[in-house]
Structures are given as structure tokens and as C-alpha cells.
């Protein structure tokens, strides 16, 4: 994941959504539609899941999916959106820091885009 050198993570992604205000697209990423397509629906976690565009697509696809997020701002944010979309049970967003530890459980995919 990427950070300035030196900075704590947190700081560096806290701030960037917090400032940057940087909306979601609303669509999910092209390549993991190409390569879920094909796939059985199971359980899904996304690392790194920003704004929550990957992890709702694949809800709404059949998923049990979640998003691991270092930004609460970001995953309020997805949040918000797993709830407009009426996908809040299926679409679930916890925080994560990736640099200590990798979020336990079993999932069949398992994405970082
Ligand atoms: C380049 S963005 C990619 C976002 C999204 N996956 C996409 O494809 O648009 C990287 C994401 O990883 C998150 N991130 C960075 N370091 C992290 C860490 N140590 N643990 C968990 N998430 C982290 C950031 O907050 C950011 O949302």
C-alpha cells in the first residue's frame, strides 16, 4: 500500500480522503468484473477498499463481500453508499491496517486493486 516514507499510514490516508474529498466513481473496477464474472458467488474481502465501489458491485453480484480500509473516512463513506444501494448486509466495511495484519477468515476471493 502506498504512504510517504516515514509517515504512519493512518496519518497519510486519514488526510488524503479527509482533504482530497475524493467522491467515489460508482463503478467497480473492470478487471475484477472481468475475473468475477465468471465466479461462483462466496465470500469476498477486498483489501485496500476505499470508497466501497469493488466490495458493493460484488454484493450486488451474489457476494457476501467485505472491505478492509485503514481511512474510517473512507469507510464511512462506503459505508453510506452499501446502505443507499440497500446492500449494507452483504457489503460490510471494517478497518484495517494491513501493515500489522491481514483480517481473519476464510474467503473464496480475495481482491487488492
Ligand atoms: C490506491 S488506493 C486503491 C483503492 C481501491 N482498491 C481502488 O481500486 O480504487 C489504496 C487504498 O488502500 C488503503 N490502504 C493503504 N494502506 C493501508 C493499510 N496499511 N491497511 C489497510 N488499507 C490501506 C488506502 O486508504 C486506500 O483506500
Not at 467485505?66 to 463513506?77: D, N, V
Not at 446502505?83 to 491496517?97: K, M, P, T, V, Y
Request: aromatic share 8%; with cysteine; net charge negative.
Amino acid at each position: 500500500m502506498l504512504s510517504d516514507p516515514g509517515q504512519d499510514p493512518t496519518v497519510f490516508w486519514e488526510e488524503f480522503y479527509r482533504t482530497k474529498r475524493t467522491s467515489s466513481t460508482g463503478r467497480a473496477s473492470s478487471a475484477l468484473q472481468r475475473i468475477a464474472s465468471g465466479l461462483t458467488p462466496g465470500r469476498a474481502l477486498d483489501l485496500g477498499a476505499s470508497h466501497g465501489d469493488d466490495v458493493i458491485w460484488l454484493a450486488g453480484q451474489g457476494w457476501q463481500a467485505r472491505g478492509c480500509e485503514i481511512s474510517e473516512t473512507a469507510i464511512a463513506r462506503a459505508r453510506a453508499r452499501a446502505s443507499a444501494h440497500g446492500l449494507e448486509n452483504a457489503a460490510q466495511f471494517e478497518r484495517c491496517d494491513l501493515s500489522a495484519a491481514l483480517p481473519p477468515g476464510e474467503f473464496d476471493l480475495i481482491t487488492a486493486l
